[in-house]
């Protein structure tokens, strides 16, 4: 340790923290499936907090791995690659919290299977993405990454196409202009939480690449 920077690899205690972020992006998406789904209002609550909570702890862990950038002179992965994962990571916790806020403030419920099926396309999303980060550190076959970033494509293209059609749905059945307003705007939430998916599979993508 020189200055405070220490000059050793710390390569699992990174893996470790990147791990643990995927599995509360992971978690995020599955709580907020269940929040959609939930007809129990305190139910629903609890899965919000819970949602909140994971995502505190997102932004603990994205802090920690800044910091250890910082303290350590030699990372197993590119420095600005790590910064990308632990950035790109954290903003699904994020969008998620603020989906769940405006859903159980405006007490919004599923209308004709609109928020089912969002939530369905991120959590084949979070699949996908939760695959590539578990093996992040053993993954050399880049077919196999290509494949898994196609399939994230896939979804997002998918769901640009659900999102179109549920918008012409909107304006069409929905006579309240506040509705109309709110819904929209869990809409794209959304439809930004699969965008992150496809950005961060983008991301392994290069970073197996730069490692093959």
Not at 119 to 130: P, R, S
Not at 136 to 143: A, F, I
Not at 174 to 200: A, T
Request: glycine share 2%; aromatic share 6%; net charge negative.
């Amino acid at each position: 340790m020189l200055f405070g920077i220490n000059l050793l690899p710390q390569e699992d205690r990174f893996y470790e923290l990147i791990n643990e972020s995927g599995e509360l992006s992971y978690s995020c998406v599955q709580l907020l499936k269940q929040l959609v789904a939930e007809e129990c209002s305190e139910r629903a609550f609890k899965l919000g907090r819970d949602i909140e909570l994971a995502k505190s702890r997102a932004k603990t862990i994205t802090h920690e791995l800044t910091e250890k950038l910082c303290q350590t002179f030699i990372t197993p992965l590119d420095r600005e690659d790590i910064h990308a994962l632990a950035t790109g990571m954290y903003k699904i916790p994020k969008i998620c919290e603020k989906t769940q806020e405006r859903i159980l403030a405006f007490q919004l419920k599923s209308s004709q299977n609109d928020f089912f099926k969002l939530t369905d396309n991120m959590a084949e999303a979070a699949e996908y993405l939760q695959f590539l980060v578990q093996h992040l550190k053993t993954l050399k076959d880049s077919q196999q990454v290509h494949d898994k970033s196609a399939l994230l494509h896939n979804v997002e293209s998918n769901t640009d196409e659900l999102l179109s059609h549920l918008l012409v749905e909107l304006f069409q059945k929905e006579s309240d202009v506040k509705q109309v307003i709110l819904r929209k705007d869990v809409y794209n939430l959304m439809e930004s939480i699969v965008d992150r998916h496809r950005d961060m599979g983008n991301i392994i993508l290069e970073i197996v690449l730069k490692h093959s």
